[in-house]
């Protein structure tokens, strides 16, 4: 069974410019997580989606955002890159969502550089 | 609110010795609890997780913890560490509606031969 997959691994931006990240979640799974890990901030929370749905949102300024497909499928852009941007993002897949959700398995990541 | 506090952002142990990793958490109600491991350059990998039930918890490459409510504990712990241990591990916690991972800041262990 195929796992996480995020698109592209690694990705070089300039500051003002636009990004759109790609996480393919395991097959039958429908809850897609992003989190955003940094040496200074650690791993936080951005949003999760399911049933195409965004469930919860972590404190991200508005130029974070994603969405969902109908195959589960998720898309996590941010606009207007700072330098700060620059970080590891983690695409996390879990089959349930809410109190029944009990593991999560990520994708390797995508390497976000802002210069 | 959830929160996850790791002690000692570095641990070193020799390769054989015992691995004991050290995690806390505050939540308002029983939590779910995780270890990941993660490599250079990857993503998380789960080694073990607590949700219900017995409290010392299994999980791969020889890894245990062991949920402590008392002591809002969850301890890692390998008895016999080895060069492949070397890595970064992070505690978790889920919230009450399961939808957010809250994560320790990481432990980075490094075994030495």
């Known amino acids: 069974k195929a796992g996480v997959t995020q698109t592209p691994r690694y990705l070089i931006k300039t500051r003002g410019q636009q990004v759109t990240l790609s996480c393919s979640p395991i097959s039958g799974h429908r809850s897609v997580s992003w989190y955003q890990q940094t040496p200074g901030q650690g791993l936080q929370f951005l949003f999760e989606?399911?049933?195409?749905?965004?469930?919860n949102k972590g404190n991200f300024p508005g130029r974070f955002s994603g969405r969902q497909f109908s195959n589960s499928r998720s898309e996590m852009n941010v606009s207007t890159l700072e330098l700060g941007d620059s970080a590891l993002y983690l695409c996390?897949?879990?089959?349930?969502?809410?109190?029944?959700?009990?593991?999560?398995?990520f994708g390797q990541g995508t390497r976000l550089t802002v210069v | 609110a959830q929160s996850v506090t790791q002690l000692g952002s570095h641990v070193s142990v020799s390769e054989g010795a015992l691995v004991l990793l050290r995690c806390n958490y505050s939540?308002?109600?029983?939590?779910?609890l995780f270890w990941y491991v993660q490599y250079p350059n990857q993503g998380l990998q789960l080694l073990l997780k607590y949700t219900t039930g017995a409290t010392l918890v299994k999980g791969i490459n020889g890894f245990e913890a062991e949920f402590k409510k008392s002591e809002t504990s969850f301890h890692l712990t390998k008895p016999s560490a080895h060069m492949s241990d070397a890595a970064e591990y992070f505690c978790?916690?889920?919230?009450?509606?399961?939808?957010?991972?809250?994560f320790g800041t990481g432990t980075s262990l490094t075994v030495i031969p």
């Open positions: 978790a916690v889920s919230d009450t509606t399961g939808n957010q991972f809250y």
């Open positions: 939540s308002s109600v029983p939590p779910y």
């Open positions: 989606y399911f049933s195409e749905t965004q469930r």
């Open positions: 996390a897949s879990s089959l349930l969502t809410g109190v029944l959700n009990t593991e999560a398995f």
